[in-house]
């Protein structure tokens, strides 16, 4: 419980009492920079209290001082570019429109921080940046007849649609960084081969239909299109929901 609550001030930019007073050469906002740099040039495996330390000139158990564990820091992190992110409120436009723009948010802060995609969203930072995120994007459902819990449950629809292929996008980025190939390249490389190897009259409609998908997308997967065709079916489906919330006659 202790080290819950010193999260919990950490996030909100409180110190505790006991701590109060003491001269400190850092910063918890020092601290958690220097935490999502690392992040953003090396993968969030990089990050350690150690490694952080390294960072700043100091020695690891000095970390300890400004941030109790690895887990609050991470918190930290995700909350702080929750804060950051850009985001408009449009409550004259549609609310296809205002979804769209939700996920375009969400989707230049994975590609801005790919690390933040890897991170579970069962137990969010509970801080401001979170809950500046939170009321921003529930406000784009205005208007749209759901009630409270659908709201919210279509919310964690469409994030975790975006979220999922931020990930799938940097893991094609990862595969095309080790193996020194693109999507592209690889396809020019296997087709032929695969050609050789795929019986057509066995697997008919997997040859038929891999072959011009592989030729139309430049690869096996292509993450761009994979997102937009995915979000446009996300909110197809949110918008069957709208639509039946509107003409039920008991709301």
């Not at 446009?232 to 918008?239: A, K, Q, T």
């Given at each position: 419980m202790a080290e819950a609550r010193r999260t919990i001030d950490l996030l909100w930019f409180e110190e505790p009492e006991s701590r109060r007073g003491r001269k400190k050469g850092l910063t918890v906002a020092q601290v958690i920079d220097a935490a999502i740099t690392l992040a953003d040039a090396e993968g969030l495996e990089a990050v350690s209290?150690?490694?952080?330390?390294?960072?700043?000139?100091?020695?690891?158990m000095t970390l300890y001082t400004y941030v109790p564990d690895k887990a609050a820091l991470l918190d930290l992190m995700l909350d702080t570019i929750y804060l950051r992110m850009s985001r408009e409120d449009r409550p004259e436009a549609p609310w296809r429109e205002r979804l769209l723009a939700v996920a375009e948010e969400n989707r230049l802060l994975y590609a801005s921080h790919p690390w933040a995609a890897g991170l579970s969203r069962s137990r969010p930072p509970l801080g401001p940046g979170l809950m500046a995120k939170y009321e921003h994007e529930l406000r784009a459902f205005a208007g749209t007849g759901l009630d409270d819990v659908e709201t919210d449950s279509a919310l964690t629809y469409l994030l975790g649609f975006v979220q999922a292929a931020a990930r799938a996008a940097e893991d094609a980025r990862l595969d095309a960084e080790r193996s020194a190939q693109s999507d592209q390249q690889w396809w020019e490389e296997s087709g032929p081969l695969l050609a050789k190897v795929f019986d057509t009259h066995a697997y008919p409609t997997a040859v038929r239909i891999g072959a011009a998908a592989g030729a139309e997308l430049g690869g096996a997967f292509n993450p761009t299109h994979a997102y937009v065709f995915g979000l446009?079916?996300?909110?197809?489906?949110?918008?069957v929901l709208i639509e039946r919330r509107a003409s039920d006659p008991r709301r």
């Open positions: 209290m150690r490694r952080v330390a390294q960072e700043l000139g100091v020695v690891p446009e079916r996300v909110l197809d489906g949110l918008g």
